[in-house]
């Protein structure tokens, strides 16, 4: 049986982020990034990569004719995206707007995916395709189904015991000739008076 020590240390669960800062960072920046993740347990994080200056760069709407710092964090304890975009404008001075993080996952499925080609269109903009024999057959059979039956001949069985007769209703139950409202009067009560 595993101890509860074992069962913690297979549980242990890291967050992965990618932190993209478009005006570029600088060595001291970085530094200090790195001793303020401190508090967020950090295992590693990764050297920072430039990318040349770009007229529109990707993840930045708005931002023009900027480089971007990219790099990666590995943290043991979880720290909400707000946060970290909070420390990294104090630290590198930028608006929330140059600075972009995402986790890890995601980041890689996205680059991933990045080349691959994109779906063929709306499916409602597209014609139905033609049907196959199958399909009429079970339209077919769903139109007329009395056509389909395998034995066509009197569908009557005979039953140990004989037929039961049939059940009554209340259908079947005499209709009057008065009607259920205002054919007969209401017995009207007998006052007495309270005085005595």
């Given amino acids: 049986m595993k101890t509860f020590k074992q069962y913690l240390t297979e549980s242990e669960q890291t ?30 994080m990764s050297d920072p990569k430039t990318t040349p200056v770009v007229e529109d760069p990707l993840d930045f709407p708005g931002v023009k004719n900027m480089e971007v710092c990219i790099f990666e964090v590995e943290l043991n304890y979880p720290a ?63 139109a007329n189904p009395e056509k389909h039956i395998e034995n066509p001949g009197d569908a009557r069985f005979e039953v140990a015991g004989g037929t039961t007769p049939k059940a009554k209703t209340t259908n079947d139950a005499p209709m009057g000739d008065k009607s259920p409202v205002g054919s007969t009067a209401n017995k009207k009560p007998d006052v007495k008076s309270s005085a005595r």
Avoid: H
């Avoid at 800062?21 to 990034?33: F, L, P, T, Y």
């Avoid at 420390?87 to 890890?104: D, G, L, V």
């Fill in 80 to 142: 909400s995206q707000v946060e970290l975009v909070q420390m990294i404008e104090f630290c590198t001075r930028q608006p929330a707007s140059n600075i972009k993080i995402t986790s890890k996952a995601f980041a890689d499925s996205w680059e991933n995916n990045e080349g691959a080609e994109g779906e063929e269109g709306p499916l409602l903009e597209k014609d139905y395709p033609a049907e196959t024999s199958d399909q009429k057959d079970a339209k077919d059979k769903y």
């Fill in 15 to 44: 967050y992965s982020y990618k932190i993209k800062i478009a005006g570029g960072c600088s060595n001291d920046c970085i530094k200090e990034i790195e001793d303020k993740l401190g508090k967020y347990d950090i295992i590693k």
